[in-house]
């Protein structure tokens, strides 16, 4: 881009982002394809235009986005774990999970791969080792703040959800034979990873 390419991006970015923070969703969308229209190797924007999308509620246009930004910077993380997790929290575990393997090979104090870790355990319910791995992430994140509220909330989720499961364990057993309270269990564990999925679809996209 030449200098004043350069400087007519720039402020439609600036633009753009103002008007998210007013949270005037449409008008930033339209901003960000503008300067998208200017810049269309900008990573960055397709990033910031799903999060907008999500913020709507178009999901397919986000992870569009998200898909977009991953063509032009394969190594932008943040994108990936936040394309991963919109399709996590889509119920569709196979495809994020998928869409997280490259996080994998960070090194092991990476908050994003340690998040991603956290609810691949989740998914097979192995959720104290997923509480391992969120505490872990939450701990080592210092550059994503905002991320680390949105973790914390999962992990109080996770734990009333247990103390959920170990009330209702206690009271079958001392009714209920061993083999019914575990076949009880196993569906206690399927409800809560119905239950997590539609807590994070309705309160909205993570960071």
Known sequence: ???????????????????????????AIRLFQQA???????????????????????VAESEAA????????????????????????SARVAVALLAWQPLLALPDNNALKLFAMGFAHMARDDFNVALGYFERGVTCNVDIPP???DIERVIAEIKALQAKTDSVAS???????????AEEESK????????????????????
């Open 147 to 149: 991320l680390n509220t």
């Open 188 to 207: 206690e564990d399927d409800a809560n990873v119905h239950f997590l999925l539609n807590n994070y679809q309705q309160q909205g996209p993570l960071h």
């Open 36 to 58: 998208l229209a200017i810049n269309p190797q900008s990573a960055t924007t397709f990033c910031l235009l799903a999060a907008e999308y999500i913020a709507m509620g178009q």
């Open 171 to 181: 009271s079958s057993a001392e009714t209920s034979p061993a083999i019914t309270l």
């Open 66 to 89: 998200y898909a977009n930004a991953l063509v032009l910077a394969p190594d932008f993380h943040l994108a990936r774990f936040q394309m991963g997790l919109l399709q996590f929290t």
């Open 1 to 27: 881009m030449n200098t004043t390419t350069t400087a007519s991006f720039d402020e439609t970015l600036q633009e753009a982002l103002r008007v998210s923070q007013a949270n005037d969703g449409p008008a």
